[in-house]
């Protein structure tokens, strides 16, 4: 069991561009999340999956944001044209079913210059 | 929605002394209360959790408590060493909401000193 793994761990770019993140949850989860993190915070939910169905998605995911689960395995969050306010720590976890723990993985950091 | 409040913001205990970290809901829907511990540039680590059908839970020297009528829940850690510093998150999850999503407290920083 290797854990919910997550890339790259830091990303650093320019206010406007578009930025990708991936998350490989624990094998045969079938629920994955991403919750967003600012500093000196808790977690806040962004969105989830049950298998490759997006079933969630909070308000705080503006139409900026896009996350997908292929296959119901891995999956990506894609930011466009981001902004100063999107710098924060992105967490993936993941669970065995619904009602199950959540895992974490160790996150992406963003940074926006 | 549900808000999960989190006391104290830090906390520093000495070396073998105990330490309480206490959290209120607000949705008493809510039926899942986990703990993370967060270390620095890491992700949430899951310590302890509790349902709502049970009072107590303990796991070596750490301990949850769930008062459902006053909705609270609090963490107990005892004879704490200099490994558990690190910050503490409580969670709640409501009920009846399918996604099983977290709420979390703003965190408490516990700082164990040697």
């Known amino acids: 069991d290797t854990g919910v793994s997550q890339n790259p761990r830091h990303k650093i770019t320019k206010r406007g561009q578009n930025v990708t993140f991936r998350c490989d949850p624990i094998?045969?989860?079938?629920?994955l999340y991403w919750y967003r993190q600012t500093l000196g915070q808790g977690p806040e939910f962004l969105t989830y999956?049950?298998?490759?169905?997006?079933?969630?998605k909070s308000r705080l995911l503006s139409d900026r944001f896009s996350a997908e689960r292929p296959k119901g395995s891995f999956s990506t969050l894609e930011i466009q044209r981001t902004e100063q306010g999107d710098s924060a720590m992105y967490l993936c976890?993941?669970?065995?079913?619904?009602?199950?723990?959540?895992?974490f993985g160790d996150g992406t950091r963003l940074s926006i210059l | 929605g549900e808000n999960v409040e989190q006391h104290p913001s830090t906390l520093s205990v000495q070396e073998g002394d105990s330490a309480v970290i206490k959290c209120t809901y607000s949705?008493?829907?809510?039926?899942?209360f986990p703990w993370y511990k967060q270390e620095l540039g890491k992700g949430p680590q899951l310590i302890i959790d509790?349902?709502?059908?049970?009072g107590e839970k303990k796991d070596q020297r750490i301990a949850v408590t769930l008062n459902k009528t006053a909705k609270h829940f609090s963490l107990h850690i005892t004879e704490t060493q200099p490994e558990d510093s690190a910050v503490y998150f409580c969670?709640?999850?409501?009920?009846?909401?399918?996604?099983?999503?977290?709420?979390f407290g703003s965190g408490t920083r516990l700082l164990v000193r040697p």
């Open positions: 999956f049950q298998n490759e169905a997006q079933l969630e």
């Open positions: 949705d008493s829907a809510s039926n899942y």
């Open positions: 509790i349902r709502s059908n049970v």
């Open positions: 094998s045969e989860h079938n629920r």
């Open positions: 969670a709640a999850s409501m009920v009846p909401d399918s996604s099983y999503k977290l709420i």
């Open positions: 976890a993941s669970s065995l079913a619904e009602g199950w723990p959540q895992h």
